[in-house]
C-alpha cells in the first residue's frame, strides 16, 4: 500500500525501538548508535525546523501554480471546468509526489507533507464539486480520499482528518436514518471511539503495522480526546442542544449524570491508565482535559470570583507538582522527574508568553495608555 | 514499547553481544518512564495561572484594603521565591551551572513575574518612581537581568530582554508582533534596529568571553529577528530610499548566512531564508512594477515569480540542509 520503500521503512522502525530502549536504559548509546549504522535508512528527512521550512515554502510554491492556472482560463469558465482543473492538478502532484519518492526518497521532508494535502484537496475539491452530494456522501468522499493518502505517503494527520470526516458522516447517516438517533448520537459514538482506542493501542504493539506507528498514535489521540468531547456533560447539554435548536430541559440525551461522571471521571482514568501503563499519550491527554473539566464546572457553578480560582488552582498545581518532584526523586518503580532529551528554545517561548499575560493582567498606565510587558505599564506606543 | 522482532533480529544478524541482548529480554529491567515534560507542564501552567489570577486581584481590588493586602502577599512571593533559589542555587560560575531541579526554574520564574506585577503596580497606584516612568522598567530590567545571570536561567534572561525591549520602546513578544504587523514609525524603526545590533553584538560578547557562553542563542535569537523585522519595515515604509534599507538587509543576511553555516544552526539558516527571500521579493516586484506599460501581466509575472522562487528556494533548503549535516 504504502509508496515508500519498506527496507528503509523496516530500518527506520528499527531506530525508533532502538531509540526506545536506549530511553528505557536497556541498551547503550554506542549500541544505539551500531544499530543505526547497521540500519541506515536512506530517506530524505530533514529536522523539525527544515522540514516546516519546506513545507512553506512548497505550499507557497504549490498555491500560486493553482492560481496561475485559474489565472488562464477565460473568465466565464463554468464551475465543471475549474473542478476538472482540481482533480488534473490532484493527479500532477500526485505524480511529482511519486517520483520524489522514488527519485529523491523524500519522507517527512516538509514538500511530501505539502503534496499530500494538495493531492487529498484538489482531489476532494474536485470530486465534491464535480457531483452535487448529500453532507453525509461529501465528508464520507473525504474519509475515503484522506485515508488512501493517508495509508499510501503515511500521513498521521491526513489520517486523523479522515477519521473526523468518517465520524461527520456517520453522525448525519445515523441521526436522519434512525428514529431513535438524535437520542442515542453520543453513546453511539462513545462506544465507537472507546473501540478505536482499543484496537489502536492493540495495533501499536503489532509488528505488522509498525510503519503506521505515528498514525496510530495520533489516531489513538484523537480517539481519546472525542470520546472525551462526547462524554462531556457541557457539550451534550448545552453545544448539542443549541445546535439542534433546542432548550436544555428537551436535550434528548437523559442520562445526566452518566455525562457529569465522564466529565471529571474520563481525564482521571486517562491520567491513572498513563501512569500505571507508562502510556505517555494516555498520560499527557488526562493532563490536558483537565483544563475543559474544570471549564464545565466553572460554567454551571461559581462559588469564589475567577481570579481567585485561577490564583488557587494554579498554587494547588504548583504545590503538588512540587511534592511530586520530590516523591520521584530517587526514581521511584521506573519513574523519573529527570530531562531525558534537552529542549532548544523552549524557555525563551515561555518567557514570552508569560510576558504577554503579565502584561494582560496589567491595568492600562495612566499616562501611556496601556499594558505592556515588565509591569512598567509601556507598550510599544510608550 | 520493545517488540520482540526487533530484539530477534538484532540477536539473529549478530548486531548486538549476547549480553546486550539479554539486558533487552530481561523482564526484570526497570523501564524508565520519564514525567519531566508533564511536570513542566504543570509548573509551567501553575506559574501562568498564578500571575494571571494575582494580576486580575490586584487590579480588581484597586483602592481597597484588600488591594494592599494582596500587594504585600506577592512582594512576600517574591522575596520568599528568590531566597528559596538563593538556598538551592549552584556556586556562581560564569560557566553553565545545572539548576538542582525544574522546581527551581519555575520558583524563579514565579518569583521574577511576581517581581514584575508588584514594580508595575507600585508605580500605577503610588507613582514611586514619579515621571520618570522610564524607571520602572529599568529597575525590573536591572533586577531580572541580574538575576538571570546569578541563578543562570535563560527563561528569566528573556523576560530582561523582553523588558529591555519595552524599556526602549518597542514590544518583542509574538502576540504584539503579531496584531501590529511591521513598525510604521521612525523611531521605533530605528530603536529596533539599534537594539538588534546590541544583542546581536552582547551575544557575541558573551560567547568570546565566556560569560555564560550557553545565553548567546536567547541574545542573537532576539537580536537577528528585531534586526530582520527592523530592515524590513524600513524597506516597505521608507518606499523612495527602499536600497538604502535593502543593502544592509542583503548584507545581514549573509552575514548571518556565513554564521550558519560556521555553527551548523539549520534554525537561523531557515530564518535567513524567509526573512532575506521577503525583502528580495520586495524589492523585485517594486521594482518590476516601476517599469511602463507592465501592469496588465504584473499579476502574472509575479505568479510565475512566485512558483520559480518557491522552488528555488526548495532546493537551497534541501541542499543547505544536506551540507550542514554533512558537517
Redesign the interface.
Known sequence: MTAHNKKELHHL??HE??A??C?????SAE?KA??IK?YPAAF?T??K??R???F???N??IS??I??SQ?VLPSDKNENIISILLIVWGCIFIAIQEYNIRKHAHFR?G?DDALEWYIAGSLGIGILSLFKLSVSANAFVIGIITLLVALRYINALLAVLSLLAFSVSFYFEYTERLSFGIATIAYAFLIIFAAIVFLTVRS??N?KT?FYTQCLEFLQATSLVAFYICGNFFVQFELMAELRNEPDEQAPVSAGWLFWILTYATPVIYTALGIIY?K?LF??TG?LLLIPAYMTYRFYFHYF??????????????V???F??RF?KG?R????????KES??L??L??????????????P????GGG?????????N? | ???K??IG??QE?N??SPE?ID??R?PD???????????E?????????????????V??N?DTIGHIAVLAFIAVLTVSGHIYCYKHNAPFSWKKTRSS???F??VL??SA?C???????L??QYNVFGER?GL??FI??VILFISAYFFD???????AI??L???A???V????ILQ?GL?NEDR?IFTAVVLGLFLLAVGFLVKKKEFKAHFE??YK??GTHLLFIALLSGLIIYEKFYLIWFLPLAAFTYYMYRQSIREHS??F??IL??YGYGGASYVLIHSLSKIPGILPVM??LT??Y??AS??M??RF??KM?KKLKKQ
Not at chain 2, 173 to 176: D, N, Y
Request: proline residues 3%; contains cysteine.
Open positions: 522502525w528499527l525501538q532502538a526506545a530502549a530511553v528505557q536504559g536497556r541498551i549500541e551500531a544499530i547497521k530524505y530533514p529536522n525546523i527544515m516546516f521550512g519546506l512553506l515554502l512548497a507557497f510554491a500560486s501554480a492560481g496561475l489565472m521532508s514538500v501499536l504493539s509488528f509498525r507508562k505517555g498520560l499527557r493532563i470570583p475567577l481570579e481567585w480560582e485561577i490564583f488557587w488552582l494554579g498554587l494547588i498545581l504548583f503538588a507538582a512540587y511530586l518532584i520521584l526514581d518503580s521506573g519513574y523519573t522527574s529527570r530531562q531525558i532548544a528554545g524557555k525563551e515561555q518567557a514570552m508568553v508569560l510576558a504577554d499575560t503579565i502584561a494582560g493582567n496589567t491595568p498606565h495612566p499616562i501611556t505592556s510587558t515588565g509591569g512598567g505599564g509601556a507598550t510599544g510608550y | 514499547m520493545i517488540q522482532e526487533f533480529q538484532l544478524d548486531t548486538l546486550a539486558r533487552l530481561s529491567h526497570k523501564d524508565f518512564f520519564s514525567v519531566y515534560w508533564e511536570l507542564f504543570i509548573l509551567y501552567g501553575g506559574v501562568m495561572m498564578i500571575c494571571s489570577g494575582l494580576g486580575t486581584l487590579y480588581k484597586i531541579n525544574i522546581i526554574d519555575y520564574m514565579l513575574a517581581m514584575l506585577i508588584f514594580i508595575g503596580y508605580q500605577y516612568y520602572a522598567t525590573p530590567m536561567h535563560i527563561g528569566v534572561l528573556s523576560l523582553i523588558n525591549a519595552t524599556w520602546g518597542i514590544a513578544t509574538p502576540q504584539k501590529e513598525w521605533l542563542f536567547t535569537n532576539f539549520f534554525y539558516m531557515l531564508t524567509l499579476e502574472y505568479t510565475i512566485s512558483i518557491a522552488l528556494l526548495v533548503l534541501i540542509n
